[in-house]
């Protein structure tokens, strides 16, 4: 048995962290469309959130042996219960913030408007766009013994009818009208009035149903598990695996409901109608009066005229040039003289793709192995890898096919990198390759081997690299290279037990190596009194690392954590962790960076990676954790986390009970504004800098070109001289 005492559920701190989004769509002192943007992202956030985890406990509850959760003690169903207990709650709390931001709206003149609510124009409008494109491409029908209620897929949306016959000798039916998926969400009739399209056709339908009467009617959104086991018996070993992943993928459509939304309050008919229809609980039925399925909310945005969008949007910002890196130096010549650091968003990650652009055309480069999880779906980093390819450097690339609902882009990838010539492997059967490493290799004239290894916190994805926070170091130093060499020849050979000097590589040395920094710590403490941890990741639920934690605090370990998300562990429990802090922060960027400290000051051991503390990442996967050595860059990385953990605006801090609050408001810092600004102020001395460098060789060049002048002319002048001399 589990001691329980200082650990809290995965799921129940989960929603925790959604509500805090939903906190961010609440504050007033956020830009208006950015509010909006939070509503959808606690949204969406929670279509996932059913998906996947709803979606596992379900099939956890199914099976005779319950799985009992080692960090509350829960099964399955008691963990599903909960939630559904919680969520009422939140969902409430959502319809108020987003009738608070439609009044805000309203206030600057932006409507998103109801059919009731319009003119007389607008509803013609309105009935010709019905007449002209909706109704062409409806589909519909009605519910009866040779008409069965249909399966709807994953996240469709209908709308659902009671509808009363006109004529005494046939039935009352229910009839259902499918959202048609091909046009937007919304109809513009004005550059700042939007209506919904689900709108338009409820107040339509009734010409659909022409022989019947509308009782009454309400929107319907269907949630289905998707949460594939890609370890399924029916996996054949000699099977394509791509073939597998595709068929897996179908699946996901047929699976069974989790979650129903409706757009308003049922009677106790309806409820039971749906109830029986998906096989669920009333307590499974979820009143949003707010959007259903809110994602369409950054197309409507992108719709408003542009002066509005900036002036209820964040500043404008655009990831910085990298002040550490010359753009008009190579950049694989510049990391073989020091190690490089970028940092996502704030820095571009151009560098990056420079340096698989230069080694596919290098000479001296003949080979480039890198590992993909998620990649941008027009992703230069793919095109630079299938460039290598046809130069005709050898390319491996690890692609994993289940980076959860970015299989479609990445299956369609690692086909056109094969096209290309590309070695493309799938990792290991049973891991998940989360990593991020890339090894470029090269071998001069005389014969001699170089590396030049990148490790970063974050996939290789330019759409990404802009929302969310990440680093990636790049570094020549053959020792990093000869470990990183090491995993790409285990991953070829599917040996995940590999030995590494440098590196810590799960599923592994990244648990030995933990436990030996923190027994260090311990160790420290024991002797100085001086034992220190800081982390910096997304989420923490394994329970070893959890009893590691707790047991360097019982021995005085100072430790401080800054968890985004899942948070299972408990900060000030007497006896348990009596010494952990933790922090959360939610701002303009997703905060998504993996950095490890032990130590303080000139015995600072610093590591950045891949994995957040949960049995996923450190026991379950492949993932890379890399020391830094560069005192530049672990004074930049520490300088990093010093301003993270000063935020006392968008920080929030855990409290023994599970909940958060606000801390005291001093400095007034917002910490990603803080570094924005540092990044923009870099940048600019770089561009003074580049434009004095300029300036100097201009003058030196004119300086050049007046001396030569000076020196001619007084050669002329001399020769001149003598030759009158000797002619006279």
Request: net charge negative; charged share 35%; proline share 3%.
């Given at each position: 048995?589990?001691?329980?005492?200082?650990?809290?559920?995965?799921?129940?701190?989960?929603?925790?962290?959604?509500?805090?989004?939903?906190?961010?769509?609440?504050?007033?002192?956020?830009?208006?469309?950015?509010?909006?943007?939070?509503?959808?992202?606690?949204?969406?956030?929670?279509?996932?959130?059913?998906?996947?985890?709803?979606?596992?406990?379900?099939?956890?509850?199914?099976?005779?042996?319950?799985?009992?959760?080692?960090?509350?003690?829960?099964?399955?169903?008691?963990?599903?219960?909960?939630?559904?207990?919680?969520?009422?709650?939140?969902?409430?709390?959502?319809?108020?913030?987003?009738?608070?931001?439609?009044?805000?709206?309203?206030?600057?003149?932006?409507?998103?408007?109801?059919?009731?609510?319009?003119?007389?124009?607008?509803?013609?409008?309105?009935?010709?766009?019905?007449?002209?494109?909706?109704?062409?491409?409806?589909?519909?029908?009605?519910?009866?013994?040779?008409?069965?209620?249909?399966?709807?897929?994953?996240?469709?949306?209908?709308?659902?009818?009671?509808?009363?016959?006109?004529?005494?000798?046939?039935?009352?039916?229910?009839?259902?009208?499918?959202?048609?998926?091909?046009?937007?969400?919304?109809?513009?009739?004005?550059?700042?009035?939007?209506?919904?399209?689900?709108?338009?056709?409820?107040?339509?339908?009734?010409?659909?149903?022409?022989?019947?009467?509308?009782?009454?009617?309400?929107?319907?959104?269907?949630?289905?598990?998707?949460?594939?086991?890609?370890?399924?018996?029916?996996?054949?070993?000699?099977?394509?695996?791509?073939?597998?992943?595709?068929?897996?993928?179908?699946?996901?459509?047929?699976?069974?409901?989790?979650?129903?939304?409706?757009?308003?309050?049922?009677?106790?008919?309806?409820?039971?109608?749906?109830?029986?229809?998906?096989?669920?609980?009333?307590?499974?039925?979820?009143?949003?009066?707010?959007?259903?399925?809110?994602?369409?909310?950054?197309?409507?945005?992108?719709?408003?005229?542009?002066?509005?969008?900036?002036?209820?949007?964040?500043?404008?910002?655009?990831?910085?040039?990298?002040?550490?890196?010359?753009?008009?130096?190579?950049?694989?010549?510049?990391?073989?003289?020091?190690?490089?650091?970028?940092?996502?968003?704030?820095?571009?990650?151009?560098?990056?793709?420079?340096?698989?652009?230069?080694?596919?055309?290098?000479?001296?480069?003949?080979?480039?192995?890198?590992?993909?999880?998620?990649?941008?779906?027009?992703?230069?980093?793919?095109?630079?890898?299938?460039?290598?390819?046809?130069?005709?450097?050898?390319?491996?690339?690890?692609?994993?096919?289940?980076?959860?609902?970015?299989?479609?882009?990445?299956?369609?990838?690692?086909?056109?990198?094969?096209?290309a010539g590309c070695n493309v492997v799938y990792?290991?059967?049973?891991?998940?390759?989360?990593?991020?490493?890339?090894?470029?290799?090269?071998?001069?004239?005389?014969?001699?081997?170089?590396?030049?290894?990148?490790?970063?916190?974050?996939?290789?994805?330019?759409?990404?690299?802009?929302?969310?926070?990440?680093?990636?170091?790049?570094?020549?130093?053959?020792?990093?290279?000869?470990?990183?060499?090491?995993?790409?020849?285990?991953?070829?050979?599917?040996?995940?037990?590999?030995?590494?000097?440098?590196?810590?590589?799960?599923?592994?040395?990244?648990?030995?190596?933990?436990?030996?920094?923190?027994?260090?710590?311990?160790?420290?403490?024991?002797?100085?009194?001086?034992?220190?941890?800081?982390?910096?990741?997304?989420?923490?639920?394994?329970?070893?690392?959890?009893?590691?934690?707790?047991?360097?605090?019982?021995?005085?370990?100072?430790?401080?954590?800054?968890?985004?998300?899942?948070?299972?562990?408990?900060?000030?429990?007497?006896?348990?962790?009596?010494?952990?802090?933790?922090?959360?922060?939610?701002?303009?960027?997703?905060?998504?960076?993996?950095?490890?400290?032990?130590?303080?000051?000139?015995?600072?051991?610093?590591?950045?990676?891949?994995?957040?503390?949960?049995?996923?990442?450190?026991?379950?996967?492949?993932?890379?954790?890399?020391?830094?050595?560069?005192?530049?860059?672990?004074?930049?990385?520490?300088?990093?986390?010093?301003?993270?953990?000063?935020?006392?605006?968008?920080?929030?801090?855990?409290?023994?009970?599970?909940?958060?609050?606000?801390?005291?408001?001093?400095?007034?810092?917002?910490?990603?504004?803080?570094?924005?600004?540092?990044?923009?102020?870099?940048s600019e001395e770089k561009n003074i800098e580049?434009?004095?460098?300029?300036?100097?060789?201009?003058?030196?060049?004119?300086?050049?070109?007046?001396?030569?002048?000076?020196?001619?002319?007084?050669?002329k002048w001399k020769l001149g001289y003598f030759?009158?001399?000797?002619?006279?």
């Amino acid at each position: 048995m589990n001691d329980v005492s200082f650990t809290q559920n995965r799921e129940l701190s989960w929603l925790k962290f959604n509500d805090r989004v939903l906190e961010e769509a609440a504050d007033k002192t956020v830009p208006l469309l950015e509010r909006l943007k939070f509503l959808s992202i606690f949204d969406t956030n929670l279509e996932e959130f059913f998906m996947v985890r709803i979606g596992s406990l379900t099939d956890l509850s199914s099976l005779s042996k319950q799985a009992i959760d080692s960090k509350s003690g829960l099964s399955p169903k008691e963990q599903i219960d909960k939630v559904l207990e919680i969520l009422p709650k939140s969902y409430a709390k959502k319809d108020e913030v987003y009738f608070d931001i439609l009044e805000d709206l309203e206030e600057v003149g932006v409507r998103i408007s109801k059919i009731s609510d319009l003119d007389d124009k607008d509803l013609i409008s309105c009935k010709n766009y019905f007449d002209s494109k909706i109704e062409p491409i409806l589909n519909f029908q009605l519910i009866d013994r040779t008409h069965p209620f249909p399966r709807l897929p994953n996240l469709s949306i209908v709308i659902i009818f009671d509808l009363i016959a006109s004529d005494k000798k046939k039935k009352d039916k229910i009839g259902i009208i499918y959202l048609p998926d091909r046009l937007p969400r919304y109809l513009k009739l004005a550059d700042n009035h939007f209506v919904l399209i689900e709108d338009i056709i409820e107040a339509f339908a009734e010409e659909l149903f022409y022989k019947y009467k509308i009782e009454k009617s309400y929107a319907l959104s269907l949630t289905r598990n998707a949460d594939i086991n890609f370890n399924d018996d029916d996996y054949e070993v000699d099977q394509d695996f791509r073939d597998y992943m595709m068929g897996k993928l179908k699946k996901r459509k047929r699976l069974q409901p989790v979650r129903v939304e409706v757009d308003r309050d049922l009677d106790d008919d309806s409820i039971k109608f749906l109830t029986k229809q998906f096989n669920l609980g009333k307590e499974s039925i979820f009143v949003t009066k707010s959007f259903i399925q809110s994602d369409f909310i950054f197309d409507l945005i992108s719709d408003l005229p542009e002066d509005f969008r900036k002036n209820h949007s964040y500043d404008e910002f655009s990831p910085q040039s990298s002040y550490f890196i010359d753009d008009k130096k190579s950049v694989i010549s510049q990391i073989e003289e020091s190690d490089k650091l970028l940092s996502y968003p704030y820095e571009s990650m151009d560098p990056v793709i420079r340096l698989l652009d230069e080694a596919s055309t290098d000479p001296d480069v003949i080979s480039i192995k890198i590992t993909l999880y998620r990649i941008a779906k027009e992703s230069e980093i793919a095109k630079a890898l299938i460039k290598a390819s046809e130069n005709g450097k050898d390319v491996i690339v690890l692609m994993e096919l289940r980076a959860r609902f970015d299989e479609d882009n990445n299956i369609l990838w690692s086909s056109r990198l094969e096209k290309a010539g590309c070695n493309v492997v799938y990792g290991f059967e049973n891991y998940k390759t989360h990593s991020k490493v890339c090894l470029i290799t090269k071998v001069d004239a005389n014969d001699k081997i170089s590396y030049i290894t990148q490790v970063a916190t974050g996939n290789y994805n330019e759409k990404t690299a802009k929302l969310y926070t990440d680093f990636s170091f790049m570094t020549a130093n053959p020792e990093i290279g000869k470990d990183a060499k090491e995993i790409f020849d285990n991953i070829l050979i599917g040996n995940l037990e590999g030995d590494y000097e440098h590196l810590m590589v799960s599923p592994k040395s990244m648990q030995e190596g933990l436990d030996k920094l923190i027994d260090e710590e311990i160790k420290i403490q024991e002797e100085t009194g001086e034992g220190y941890i800081r982390l910096k990741m997304n989420s923490i639920s394994d329970r070893k690392l959890i009893d590691k934690l707790s047991e360097a605090s019982n021995k005085g370990v100072k430790i401080d954590m800054m968890v985004r998300g899942i948070t299972c562990i408990l900060p000030g429990i007497k006896g348990r962790t009596e010494n952990i802090n933790i922090y959360q922060v939610v701002g303009r960027f997703l905060e998504h960076h993996r950095i490890y400290q032990f130590g303080k000051g000139g015995r600072t051991k610093l590591y950045i990676s891949s994995a957040d503390f949960m049995t996923r990442n450190i026991r379950n996967r492949m993932e890379v954790a890399v020391p830094i050595y560069d005192v530049r860059i672990k004074e930049r990385i520490l300088e990093f986390l010093d301003i993270m953990f000063a935020d006392d605006v968008k920080i929030r801090k855990l409290s023994p009970d599970g909940s958060y609050y606000k801390l005291e408001n001093k400095e007034n810092l917002i910490a990603q504004e803080k570094l924005i600004e540092i990044a923009r102020k870099r940048s600019e001395e770089k561009n003074i800098e580049e434009t004095t460098s300029k300036k100097e060789d201009a003058i030196g060049q004119k300086r050049a070109h007046k001396t030569s002048k000076e020196k001619e002319k007084t050669f002329k002048w001399k020769l001149g001289y003598f030759l009158g001399k000797l002619f006279s």
